[in-house]
Every structure is written in structure tokens, then in C-alpha cells.
């Protein structure tokens, strides 16, 4: 752990702006993200794993390494997550590219993008990408830092979505509220 806390702090030093977050998610946050998850939960993508605090919680919830597909922008993360979890699926891509990449009819996208910090137009290209490869009743979890959804109302609106409201994890640094969004 101590190894990726210096992965992490030397990443946000020089790529604040990607990392746009303070610590990695605490353990509290990461099993918020993967409640309801279970060996038979079928497929999980994630966006953004970073160190993959939020992976090692889907794993922890029973879900085999072969149902897991990570997307991560940042090298240096891709490298490490594949050397700390082999046997899951690392793609060195954006999150957009999970259509061309991943099968439809996934469960669960659980994404640790900074939603909130990217122009309204990728966080929509983001968000879409997530259901077009969920499955119809399948759901899209997203944390944030901020008081509202990363999604405006009218954003939730334009892509046919419902958005609940789940756990505000104050162990967390900075706290983070986790947001659940389905199609209607």
C-alpha cells in the first residue's frame, strides 16, 4: 500500500488535473461503490481505477477477476494495476472506448472519474458510453466531492435516466456522496 500511496502523490503532482482528487478512495468509499455486487453479479466495468481502491472492493465482494474490465487513461496506473491484478482486463483507453471494446449487457459500471472537473460534453460522451454497454436494467454508479450530481437535471433528462441518491461516505478524503443512474 505504502507503494501506491507514493504512486499516487507523484501522479498528482504532476498530472493534477487527471488525478483531480486528493487521496485515492478510502476503503469506506470503495465498498460504498461495490455494495450489492456478489460472485453472480455478471459483468463489472470500471472507469478510472487509479490504483484500483474501488477494484479491490469489487474483487472483495466476490466478483470473479475474469467479470472485471478496468479503463485507465494514466500509463503508469495501467502498469501497476496489471501487474497488481493479473488476471483482470487493464485497457490503457478512455472510457468512450468501452463500446468498441466491451460486449453489451454489462451489470454495473462503477466509475472514479472526476465527472465534475471534465467539460459537460465528455462527461455526457462518458456517461453514454457506460449505457450503451449496460445492460437494460443494469446500473451506472458515479462518486463526487460536490453537493448535487456530477449530471445535471437536464443532462439526466436528455439521456432517459433516473438518478438516486446513495450513502455520503465521510471517511473519506474530501467526503464523497455515491450516485446511483438507470435508464428510465
Not at 474490465?69 to 500509463?75: A, V
Not at 495501467?78 to 468501452?98: D, E, K, Y
Amino acid at each position: 500500500m505504502a507503494h501506491e500511496a507514493q504512486l499516487f502523490l507523484r501522479q498528482l503532482l504532476t498530472k493534477p488535473k487527471q488525478i483531480s482528487a486528493i487521496a485515492p478512495s478510502s476503503p469506506w468509499l470503495a465498498r460504498a461503490m461495490a455494495q450489492g455486487l456478489g460472485p453472480h453479479s455478471g459483468r463489472v466495468v470500471e472507469f478510472g481505477p487509479g490504483t484500483g481502491a474501488l477494484t479491490r472492493a469489487i474483487l472483495a465482494a466476490g466478483v470473479p477477476h475474469e467479470n472485471i474490465t478496468l479503463f485507465e487513461m494514466n500509463p503508469e496506473f495501467v502498469t501497476h494495476l496489471r501487474l497488481a491484478m493479473p488476471r483482470v482486463s487493464v485497457h490503457h483507453a478512455p472510457a468512450q472506448a468501452a463500446v468498441g471494446l466491451v460486449d453489451m449487457g454489462v451489470e454495473r459500471v462503477i466509475s472514479g472519474l472526476p465527472l465534475l472537473s471534465m467539460p459537460p460534453e465528455l462527461r455526457r460522451a462518458i456517461v453514454k458510453a457506460a449505457f450503451d454497454i449496460l445492460a437494460p436494467d443494469g446500473i451506472y454508479t458515479q462518486f463526487t466531492y460536490g453537493p448535487n450530481p456530477p449530471l445535471s437535471p437536464e443532462m439526466v433528462a436528455d439521456l432517459g435516466l433516473n438518478v438516486s441518491k446513495g450513502p455520503k461516505i465521510w471517511a473519506n478524503l474530501p467526503p464523497a456522496r455515491v450516485y446511483h443512474f438507470q435508464r428510465r
